[in-house]
């Protein structure tokens, strides 16, 4: 069994003087998630890491001084991969973002639906239903990876995409849906809008989510997204998890 388990399943890819790069060969997965959390809440704790960035598949790992001999750091991740002990993750953290699917705020909602060959409402309760897990967070600051998307609505992203895509606009693109955190361009058919802020610099956690917590989206009204507009102005709003 130890001869099984100590078969390399990741490679190492040296990146920079003080950085390399854990790549796994499987398919991103909940059982892989599992195994870079695993990873990382180990490495974190070595006192020449200055820090670690998830990947689907990769871990991204920051030295605070440049490493001398790679082969030490190789044969340590050899022995952590038999004795590491995976991350129990359905204990992660729930979040529910209150999301409104109006017409005014989703302009691919419609044609998404006739796409899909579903009704609106259909989409929309298979949209919110559904748990999602927080995979890892990129792109831009504070985008959310999510794994779930339910396949009666995957559907290829947009051939020609927006240049200009609203703050906390929701989305739908291949197999996946997500957040867009600030205003930026993006190819995905956007289905409703969130009020909340995904991203805030100023706090010592700018994103409240972190990898293998797990998001769900509330349907709410227009009037009930503009009372959680105006409460998030005036700072009167904090998010916090269900669980």
């Not at 003087?17 to 195994?35: C, G, H, N, T, Y």
């Not at 989703?106 to 949209?127: F, G, M, N, R, T």
């Not at 239903?129 to 831009?140: C, D, S």
């Amino acid at each position: 069994i130890k001869k099984i388990m100590s078969r390399r399943i990741f490679r190492t890819v040296p990146l920079h003087k003080r950085a390399f790069l854990v790549e796994w060969e499987q398919k991103p997965s909940d059982k892989l998630l599992e195994i870079i959390l695993s990873f990382k809440s180990a490495i974190d704790k070595d006192a020449k890491v200055s820090r670690t960035v998830i990947g689907y598949q990769s871990l991204l790992i920051h030295m605070k001084e440049e490493i001398q001999d790679m082969s030490l750091w190789n044969e340590y991740l050899n022995e952590l991969q038999i004795k590491i002990q995976p991350k129990i993750i359905d204990k992660g953290k729930i979040w529910k973002i209150p999301v409104c699917y109006d017409n005014i705020f989703a302009p691919d909602l419609i044609p998404l639906a006739k796409s899909l060959k579903i009704e609106v409402e259909e989409l929309i309760q298979i949209h919110s239903e559904t748990k999602y897990r927080v995979y890892f967070i990129g792109f831009l600051p504070g985008f959310l990876y999510l794994n779930g998307l339910d396949k009666r609505l995957h559907f290829p992203r947009k051939k020609n995409p927006q240049l200009k895509v609203p703050k906390g606009a929701i989305g739908i693109g291949g197999r996946q849906t997500g957040i867009y955190p600030n205003e930026s361009p993006g190819g995905w058919h956007l289905i409703g809008k969130t009020p909340i802020s995904l991203f805030d610099a100023k706090q010592k956690n700018p994103c409240f989510a972190s990898p293998g917590d797990w998001v769900s989206f509330e349907p709410i009204d227009k009037i009930k997204y503009h009372e959680l507009e105006r409460k998030i102005q005036k700072d009167n709003f904090k998010m916090l998890p269900t669980r």
